[in-house]
């Protein structure tokens, strides 16, 4: 049932991501990092004050949030080993056929964004640039299957969106 007096918790949502990224590592500036260095080419007089505004703008977006915290969930979820069989399993080994990680990233944060995003978030995914290279292959134990997806489509949304900005 839709609450018309529930106020949704924007604030709280946009803590409990960047919360968790900072758990695992990584800040805005991280995710700036990658942005700018897939756009710098495009755009000779880009800035990296410009693309850690663009980063933060596409953090406060509501879809993105939420796609951002069911993600950030399950990886916890599997972390924790509190997830049911088969789908523990399939989370926890980032099965390459399982691609639901990839489809939260892409259609519900970068995909907001345009070709752009979709092209960018793409080539992210393949190429692991940054800190994207670390959270796909954790060495403490942890599930990032969702984590890192989610990261690239951020950058690959703020690159976006500094594109049509300079369009």
């Given at each position: 049932?839709?609450?018309?007096?529930?106020?949704?918790?924007?604030?709280?949502?946009?803590?409990?991501?960047?919360?968790?990224?900072?758990?695992?590592?990584?800040?805005?500036?991280?995710?700036?990092?990658?942005?700018?260095?897939?756009?710098?080419?495009?755009?000779?007089?880009?800035?990296?004050?410009?693309?850690?505004?663009?980063?933060?703008?596409?953090?406060?977006?509501?879809?993105?949030?939420?796609?951002?915290?069911?993600?950030?969930v399950l990886?916890?979820?599997a972390?924790?080993?509190?997830?049911?069989?088969?789908?523990?399993?399939?989370?926890?080994?980032?099965?390459?056929?399982?691609?639901?990680?990839?489809?939260?990233?892409?259609?519900?944060?970068?995909?907001?964004?345009?070709?752009?995003?979709?092209?960018?978030?793409?080539?992210?995914?393949?190429?692991?640039?940054?800190?994207?290279?670390?959270?796909?292959?954790?060495?403490?134990?942890?599930?990032?299957?969702?984590?890192?997806?989610i990261?690239?489509?951020?950058?690959?949304?703020?690159?976006?969106?500094i594109?049509?900005?300079?369009?």
């Amino acid at each position: 049932m839709n609450d018309p007096k529930f106020k949704y918790p924007d604030k709280a949502s946009y803590k409990f991501v960047t919360d968790y990224f900072s758990s695992k590592g990584v800040e805005a500036d991280d995710i700036a990092s990658i942005t700018y260095n897939i756009q710098r080419n495009y755009i000779p007089n880009l800035t990296l004050e410009e693309v850690q505004k663009a980063v933060v703008d596409v953090l406060h977006k509501r879809e993105v949030l939420n796609n951002a915290m069911v993600g950030i969930v399950l990886d916890q979820f599997a972390s924790d080993h509190r997830l049911p069989e088969p789908l523990q399993s399939i989370i926890e080994k980032d099965s390459g056929v399982f691609g639901v990680d990839e489809l939260i990233a892409e259609g519900g944060i970068s995909g907001i964004y345009g070709k752009i995003a979709t092209t960018n978030f793409g080539y992210l995914d393949k190429e692991k640039h940054g800190i994207l290279k670390e959270l796909d292959t954790p060495t403490d134990g942890s599930v990032n299957t969702f984590l890192d997806d989610i990261i690239a489509a951020v950058a690959a949304a703020a690159g976006a969106k500094i594109a049509h900005a300079h369009a």
